[in-house]
């Protein structure tokens, strides 16, 4: 029976084909691991319900094909590009966009 | 001019802010304009009396101790989450001497289980210098303060299972404005006039 | 939360900036100054709370917000930035509070602060003499205007409401306004006009 369990969740894992393998953590940049380390200190420091719903959102997120992961990190990009008073206006936006779905 | 387009410009004139053209024009339409004068005289007594109404509010002692207990609470609390905290100030005594036990407590321990010396920093003195202008700076902007020291070299175990998550983070916690970017962009907001700025404001009745 | 927004530029305060006493203050405040922030409170207190209690039209829950305004001044000390007069950041919190309390469930009970009352005469303290006035009726007028636009301001929709409050009785610039309530210039400018318009319907006999 266990035996069978670790064939299906072996199966499942391999079904997803989408799901992006995780780097290691020597391969990552010093750039990105300090990155990496300062958000996981953040991370650390939110309540357990956010947390979990951030690992949910990263399963979301390695589950999609790769042109929408890229879709949305240019999409950040240019949300960090706005200025202050852009991206208040954009909250603004945003805020009445879900007001209206 | 119409008596729309001179309203719009009252406040403005009556604060000496319209240029001369525009103040030109609306002197030849009051001029005409008996309603649009008594207007003016109306706007001009309504902006005096916002202006002169007071700015402050007394604060009573009990507002104003209640506040300092609350920050002191706070620096107490960034105090245990980051032990090189420069908030040694903040602490009345007793409570900076159980946080500074419960810190060495805790060194001892991991000494004990480890070791090795690994005491936090000793805290900042009150006077610390200012930081420089460009350390402040650097600092993220909306970000709390985390400890700065260098990425370990041997990461915890959820930081080493999954990178990429906290690579990503700030993409995970902004996942449905990323998702639906150009339709929140192109949305229109009530209060915003649909003309540009210095023109018409859209009608409201 | 993570680090999500752009490093801010490195370079030194503005020459302006350095010059500032409030942003002297802040900077001793995130250098870790207890004194700094006392000074901060006592300084700036008083116009906060008046502005919260005009805003959220509740006295016990002005002082309550008020508090929650300094607390995030402590909190969010590094977030400052010496570019930005440090008043404009300040009523930027006070105005997001407020207008988070505004939208709260419970606050559509909220007892509004300027109720019209036969008997209330306690707005603003005790009657003083209006200095401009040339005779005790001209200085009742100005008071019973006064009243009547403090009653007026509170029925106004929450951003025409602040957008007024900031402009014309806290007096910043409409870019300063507009970093506040997270809108552009266009959109304060709007918010005014229909603001004064309201009040001068409402204010027709008295003005």
Not at chain 2, 137 to 159: D, G, H, I, N, Q
Not at chain 3, 2 to 30: F, I, S, T, Y
Not at chain 3, 195 to 206: G, I, M, P, V, Y
């Amino acid at each position: 029976m266990r035996g069978a369990a670790a064939i299906a969740v072996l199966l499942l894992a391999l079904a997803a084909p989408e799901a992006r393998a995780q780097r290691p953590w020597q391969s990552l940049t010093p750039e990105e691991q300090r990155r990496a380390w300062e958000n996981y200190q953040r991370y650390q420091q939110l309540p357990e319900q956010r947390q979990r719903m951030l690992d949910r959102r990263y399963q979301q997120f390695r589950s999609m094909p790769p042109q929408e992961r890229d879709r949305l990190r240019q999409n950040y990009d240019q949300y960090r590009g706005l200025d202050p008073n852009q991206r208040r206006e954009f909250v603004e936006k945003y805020q009445r966009w879900k007001g209206r779905k | 001019m119409r008596c729309q387009r001179a309203q719009q410009w009252m406040a403005a004139a009556v604060d000496g802010e319209l240029s001369p053209r525009r103040r030109r024009a609306l002197d030849g339409h009051l001029a005409s304009c008996a309603a649009c004068h008594g207007e003016l005289a109306a706007t001009e007594r309504m902006l005096t009396a916002l202006e002169a109404l007071s700015m402050e509010a007394p604060v009573s002692a009990s507002l104003e101790q209640a506040t300092l207990r609350r920050v002191r609470l706070a620096a107490a609390d960034e105090a245990e989450r980051v032990p090189a905290s420069r908030w040694r100030a903040w602490l009345p005594l007793p409570v900076f001497a159980l946080a500074t036990a419960a810190v060495l407590a805790l060194a001892v321990g991991i000494v004990q289980r480890t070791g090795e010396v690994s005491l936090p920093a000793a805290p900042a003195s009150r006077r610390a210098p200012k930081p420089t202008a460009e350390a402040a700076a650097a600092r993220p902007k909306f970000a709390p303060p985390v400890a700065t020291a260098p990425p370990p070299s041997e990461p915890p175990a959820r930081l080493a299972e999954a990178p990429d998550l906290f690579m990503d983070l700030p993409i995970l916690r902004n996942m449905d404005k990323l998702r639906h970017f150009e339709a929140i962009r192109t949305t229109t907001l009530d209060d915003e006039p649909a003309t540009p700025d210095g023109q018409e404001p859209p009608s409201n009745g | 939360m993570p680090a999500d927004e752009p490093a801010a530029a490195a370079g030194a305060v503005p020459a302006g900036a350095a010059a500032d006493p409030d942003v002297a203050l802040m900077l001793r405040l995130q250098a870790g100054d207890e004194g700094a922030f006392q000074e901060l409170f006592q300084k700036f207190s008083p116009r906060v709370l008046q502005y919260t209690r005009r805003l959220v039209g509740s006295e016990a829950r002005a002082e309550e917000v008020t508090q929650d305004v300094f607390v995030q001044v402590f909190r969010f000390r590094q977030r400052y930035r010496p570019e930005s007069r440090f008043s404009t950041w300040l009523y930027t919190i006070a105005t997001n509070l407020c207008l988070n309390e505004l939208r709260r469930p419970e606050r559509h009970l909220r007892v509004d602060l300027w109720q019209r009352r036969e008997d209330d005469d306690r707005r603003e303290g005790p009657q003083l003499p209006d200095p401009q006035a040339t005779t005790p009726e001209e200085g009742a007028s100005t008071r019973e205007l006064a009243r009547q636009l403090e009653t007026a301001i509170g029925e106004l929709p929450p951003k025409q409401r602040a957008a007024l409050l900031l402009s014309r009785v806290d007096g910043l610039a409409y870019r300063d306004v507009a970093n506040a309530l997270g809108c552009t210039e266009g959109a304060v400018k709007a918010l005014l006009f229909r603001a004064t318009q309201s009040l001068k319907k409402t204010l027709r006999d008295f003005l």
